[in-house]
């Protein structure tokens, strides 16, 4: 089973920062990657897919890159809406990482 | 516009069995993959399984010898069955259609199970 790591798991910023969370898996999984942004009380929503493809109607100020074990997920310039949690997601045998929340 | 529910019972009873049912709207089930994702209360995403359209299932390996979930394209839905629940299944679970390429790109809104005597 491929696990997932993703780091930090808590993370406080201000609107305007630049954010970085990292998402490590436990053996190589290409680009097989996307990350997800949650609500509290609401489903996920993809935000990127195949490790660095955004996905339709997704702000441009989010971006993800890496392959194979590394993989980053980067918001330019943090706003209110961005807060919750975010989950990387490998669709090899599907696991997700255990999140990383978020606090503005 | 891609839409998917979840409806079941919001409350089991250890050792029974857990169903809900996903009704999809606006795609044909007969493509794509059909998932179903639980989270726990205060914890992260846990993949369940899927269908693919040609009916082949794969299941997470820690929940497989439990779990079934099958598809009716008359009724464009997708189930899930999950057999002698206990408390550590209490959770919001999730449909969603995944791909492939993108993974899950549409969910439904979530349906909390309890599971309580």
């Not at chain 1, 980053?72 to 990482?97: A, E, K, M, V």
């Not at chain 2, 993949?47 to 299941?59: C, E, K, L, V």
């Amino acid at each position: 089973d491929i696990q997932m790591t993703q780091s930090p798991s808590t993370l406080s910023a201000s609107v305007g920062d630049r954010v970085t969370i990292t998402c490590q898996a436990s053996q190589s999984v290409s680009v097989w990657l996307a990350w997800y942004h949650q609500k509290p009380g609401k489903a996920p929503k993809l935000l990127i897919y195949q490790a660095s493809t955004l996905e339709s109607g997704v702000p441009v100020r989010f971006s993800g890159s890496g392959s194979g074990t590394e993989f980053t997920l980067t918001i330019s310039s943090l706003q209110p809406d961005d807060f919750g949690t975010y989950y990387c997601q490998q669709y090899n045998s599907y696991t997700f990482g255990q999140g990383t929340k978020l606090e503005i | 516009q891609v839409q998917l529910q979840e409806s079941g019972p919001g409350l089991v009873k250890p050792s029974e069995t857990l169903s809900l049912t996903c009704n999809v709207s606006g795609v044909s089930i007969s493509r794509y993959y059909w998932t179903w994702i639980r989270q726990a209360p205060g914890k992260g995403l846990e993949f369940i399984g899927y269908i693919a359209s040609t009916g082949r299932t794969t299941y997470d390996p820690s929940l497989e010898s439990r779990v079934t979930i099958s598809a009716d394209t008359s009724k464009s839905q997708f189930s899930l069955r999950l057999t002698s629940v206990t408390s550590v299944d209490t959770a919001i679970y999730y449909c969603g259609r995944m791909t492939n390429s993108k993974g899950v790109d549409f969910w439904g809104q979530g349906t909390v199970v309890s599971v309580s005597s």
